[in-house]
């Protein structure tokens, strides 16, 4: 922690005495001095058009729901990965189906994995809906986390309730004084935690990205909970994005980039902390921000042109019904579907649902995974292939 102690974005705080004693960083409140370099200002540019366009797409959509539902579920893997689950898109989908995994895709993980990504969607879609009511504030923290951490490993951690003890960042095993980094003692995060929610409720000067950045930096080091800090800290940023009004829906997820760029992510977190390297932190998630909206901008013209080229496959057939149609529509919500769930969601009978389903075998919409004569499982694998591919560029 002695890296920290000239840092211009907080103070280190002696904790305790003699062999126990240890080191915690507070840091400063929002905002900080942060210079506009040229490469700043070329970034921020960058990231409000893209940001913008992708704003316009999700005004123009149809249907938003094509778009929303698929991108959260990628959103809650690639957080939860950042973390060290193991589960991927297809598990998660397989969770939400009442699999215990996709027949011939995978083998299953570990429940307790998919259950952690399981409950970040939860968390998300309770949050999307909580801020018709409830800005975002610390009170709207505290139930995220109390839905993120239910039923998982995480639920000794006080779900819902910010820490009353310290913790720290550090390689497994480690003590207080080897820690990496100690975030506040419990009297001085509820402090900063008082800081950090005047400043989401003030008037400021910064333009919005950058008090995203801002914000994103500040809940990290404050580290709240006892466990899910960094989900909920990457949770908050659609809330906020949809909060102020820049994305009419939550169309917008760092996660992936901030895992594939994983070490440097961390590693300008820390220099925030250590150097006050503001710009720097700002730049590179701005840089996201650009990649990110181009990704989900490139990503809905995918899930468009499927969804058309699927409808034009059943337009064609002679003798055709609602039924099918209304199932395509439904694989973009879960690409897994099997004919009891279909039936009981068009209220129709397991026949009928079964013939819709065979039928969009015979289309190549979807394909039997179980391989079963009862029970039988439907996936449409070319929406699997959409949310899980990985695309981006190298920093």
């Given amino acids: 922690m002695d890296d920290f102690r000239n840092s211009p974005s907080g103070r280190l705080l002696k904790v305790g005495t003699g062999v126990a004693a240890y080191r915690a960083f507070v840091p400063q409140p929002l905002p900080p001095e942060l210079p506009f370099t040229p490469a700043l200002v070329r970034a921020l540019s960058e990231a409000d058009r893209a940001l913008g366009e992708l704003a316009g797409l999700g ?14 579920r990628r959103e809650a893997v690639l957080s939860s990965r950042i973390e060290g689950t ?11 189906a009442g699999q215990p995994a996709l027949p011939g895709v995978l083998p299953a993980p570990p429940e307790d994995d998919v259950r952690e990504v399981h409950n970040y969607v939860t968390a998300l879609e309770y949050g999307i809906k909580r801020l018709k009511t409830l800005p975002v504030s610390l009170r709207l923290i505290r139930e995220l986390h109390e839905r993120l951490m239910k039923g998982v490993r995480g639920d000794r951690a006080t779900p819902g309730e910010f820490r009353r003890s310290q913790n720290w960042i550090g390689r497994p095993g480690c003590t207080l004084n080897e820690a990496a980094f100690v975030p506040p003692p419990v009297p001085e ?4 935690l008082g800081a950090f929610e005047k400043y989401l409720h003030a008037e400021n000067g910064h333009p919005p990205l950058l008090r ?16 899910g800090n960094g989900r909920i800290g990457r949770l908050l940023i659609p809330l906020l994005l949809t909060s102020w009004n820049l994305l009419g829906l939550p169309l917008l997820y760092l996660s992936v980039y901030f895992e594939r760029h994983r070490d440097e992510y961390y590693n300008r977190l820390a220099a925030v902390s250590r150097s006050g390297a503001w710009t720097e932190w700002a730049a590179f998630f701005l840089d996201g921000v650009t990649e990110q909206s181009r990704d989900a901008i490139v990503r809905a013209g995918q899930f468009q042109d499927l969804q058309a080229a699927w409808r034009n496959r059943l337009q064609r057939l002679k ?21 009891t769930q279909v039936a009981r969601r068009f209220d129709v009978t397991h026949q009928a649902a079964m013939k819709s389903l065979r039928k969009l075998v015979g289309l190549q919409i979807v394909r039997e995974i179980t391989d079963r004569r009862r029970n039988q499982v439907f996936l449409a694998e070319e929406i699997l292939k959409i949310v899980s591919e990985t695309r981006g560029t190298q920093r």
């Fill in 86 to 96: 193991q589960s991927n898109i297809a598990d998660l989908y397989a969770f939400e």
């Fill in 212 to 227: 995203l950045a801002f914000i994103h930096y500040q809940f990290e080091a404050i580290h709240p909970f006892l466990d």
């Fill in 319 to 339: 003798r055709t019904t609602a039924l099918p149609l209304g199932i395509v529509a439904a694989l973009f919500e879960n690409p897994t579907l099997s004919a």
């Fill in 59 to 72: 005004r123009a959509l149809a249907n938003p729901q094509l778009l929303v539902r698929p991108y959260i």
């Fill in 189 to 192: 995060m509820n402090d900063s």
